[in-house]
């Protein structure tokens, strides 16, 4: 997995490349960091192949943080991913733009 952020202002994207899974996940969780100076957050999965449960949790774990924030938002998700999050019911949870 690679993971590349960008910061505009205080907009953070991070983009993933590769599978977010059990091995994965904490390596996530830790470029994310404490996410103190970010009001508002992108998650670019365009190059993302696929989400485990750890994966799903490190998102939801940016959420709780985001949620006294602007916004968190998902992007250009694949048909795995999106098919993964609808039969999670994470669809409900996150933001995530088609």
Known sequence: MTV???FEGTTLTV????KIDVVTSPM???ELGKLERVEDLIFDLKD???????GLRVLLSAQKIMDDR???????ANE??????KETGFLKI???EV
Do not use: C
């Open 70 to 76: 602007e916004s968190m938002v998902i992007r250009n």
């Open 28 to 30: 996530l969780e830790e």
């Open 15 to 18: 983009a993933i490349e590769g």
């Open 48 to 54: 993302t192949l696929y989400i485990s449960s750890a």
């Open 94 to 96: 996150l933001d995530v």
């Open 4 to 6: 590349t952020k960008t």
């Open 80 to 85: 795995d991913v999106m098919d993964i999050f």
